[in-house]
Every structure is written in structure tokens, then in C-alpha cells.
């Protein structure tokens, strides 16, 4: 089982509160994921990583920031939080070919995600 | 254009039934191939995938899933559903190439009846 943490698991928060999600795995995967996913629907790609100081954007638009300063850690930020941005908050890592074993490679492993609630 | 679709979007089954979740995709060669599984308010849990070789693959939890190039399709089947396999169905691909990103289906709701 994929070793890829998440916290908090709940945060309800007023408008306005800079949050940031963490997002934490041990198994040295270089590429890192977020996605958004409102109850019941498919899941949108918001930011990814390939590599340390490596971000982009997603598919889908997204207010938040993310970083990537170590290898096994990448945060996402809201500077001040709305209630459009009530979700769950899905995170994701995967290894590149030559960096594990086949069996393992491009395969993402998904964080246990967080619940974000804005009033 | 890129697609996956799963065209069922809920599927009700009696417990001990068998059970098969459709998922079709739209590409131009043969992308790789992934099921995850989500419980309610949890992640995705991955159930098996394809990249190469033999089309049956077996996965966890007793599910299995066929690659057919022909119908451009990757089915998941379990010969008998449990209540705790009541959950979302999420059917994957990953052109290859090595800097794609993973597209989703939208998802298949199951709930088993008792």
C-alpha cells in the first residue's frame, strides 16, 4: 500500500483564513498531483509537479498556490479562502520510468484527502 | 478528442451478484490502463491496471479486468459482490509518453442491495 499522507482530513474554516494543505509521501516519487472533487463528481487536475521546484497548473483553474521545495513534500495554499472553494482536495504521487520498478511506474497513489468546508 | 467514459452512472446490485463496470476510451494508440475504488470521504484506492501483456488482470479485493483493443475497452468484473464493495468507480488512462497526465471517467456510484 502507497505511503502518502494528508492533513488535516477536515478543516472548516471562515472567509477569508489563509490555509494550506499538506501533503506528505515517503515512497521518493518525483511527480506529485492535486486534484479537486466536489461530492460526487469526477476529479479535476489542479496543479501537478514532475520535480523539486517544478509546478504547473491543471486543467482545471484553480485560486490556489502549491510548492514543491522538497521531493517528498507539496503543499497547497489559499490565501483567503471563499466558499466556492468547499471541496475535497485529492493528493497524488507517482514515479517516473527509471526511477522504480516497473511495476510501480506512472502509477498514482493517492492520499487519504481533505475536506475543506468555507462558511 | 482524448476521452474516457464509464456510461453507467449508478449501478444496483443484490448482494452476491456478479457485477461488470464499463469503461471506453478514446485514443490513438493503446494508453495504459487503471481502476481506483472510493469509499465515501476517503481517496482512491487503486484496484489493478494494464500497461502490457495479458489482457486479463487480476487486482484486489477479488476484482479482475479485460483490455479488448478491438472495442477500445477495459471492463471491471467481480463474480461476486460483497456489501463492502458498495462505493465509486473511477476508470483511468495515462497515454504513454511519459509527460501525460491521468484522465478520469466520470465515475460509476455502486450500491448493494441486501
Known amino acids: 500500500e502507497a505511503d502518502i499522507y494528508q492533513t488535516p482530513r477536515y478543516l472548516v474554516i471562515g472567509t477569508g483564513k489563509k490555509i494550506t494543505l499538506e501533503c506528505s509521501q515517503t515512497m521518493g516519487h518525483d511527480k506529485m498531483y492535486w486534484y479537486q472533487q466536489d461530492p460526487g463528481m469526477e476529479l479535476h487536475l489542479i496543479h501537478y509537479s514532475y520535480g523539486v521546484n517544478s509546478t504547473e497548473k491543471g486543467d482545471l483553474s484553480s485560486e490556489s498556490t502549491v510548492s514543491r521545495i522538497r521531493t517528498e513534500h507539496f503543499p497547497l495554499t489559499l490565501e483567503s479562502a471563499r466558499p466556492s472553494h468547499t471541496s475535497q482536495y485529492l493528493c497524488?504521487?507517482?514515479?517516473?520510468?527509471?526511477?522504480?520498478?516497473?511495476?510501480?511506474?506512472?502509477?498514482?497513489?493517492f492520499g487519504p484527502g481533505t475536506r475543506l468546508t468555507v462558511l | 478528442a482524448q476521452s474516457v467514459t464509464q456510461p453507467d452512472i449508478h449501478i444496483t446490485v443484490s448482494e452476491g451478484a456478479s457485477l461488470e463496470l464499463r469503461c471506453n476510451y478514446s485514443y490513438g494508440a493503446t494508453p495504459y490502463l487503471f481502476w481506483y475504488v472510493q469509499s465515501p470521504g476517503q481517496g482512491l484506492q487503486l484496484l489493478l491496471k494494464?500497461?502490457?501483456?495479458?489482457?486479463l488482470v487480476q487486482g484486489i479485493k477479488g476484482f479482475e479486468a479485460e483490455f479488448k483493443r478491438s472495442q477500445s475497452s477495459f471492463n471491471l468484473r467481480k463474480p461476486s459482490v460483497h456489501w463492502s464493495d458498495a462505493a465509486e468507480y473511477f476508470c483511468?488512462?495515462?497515454?504513454?509518453?511519459?509527460?501525460?497526465?491521468?484522465?478520469f471517467g466520470k465515475g460509476t456510484k455502486l450500491t448493494v442491495n441486501p
Open positions: 483511468a488512462v495515462l497515454p504513454q509518453g511519459g509527460s501525460e497526465k491521468l484522465v
Open positions: 497524488a504521487s507517482s514515479a517516473t520510468m527509471g526511477l522504480a520498478g516497473a511495476a510501480s511506474t506512472d502509477t498514482q497513489y
Open positions: 494494464y500497461f502490457s501483456g495479458d489482457t
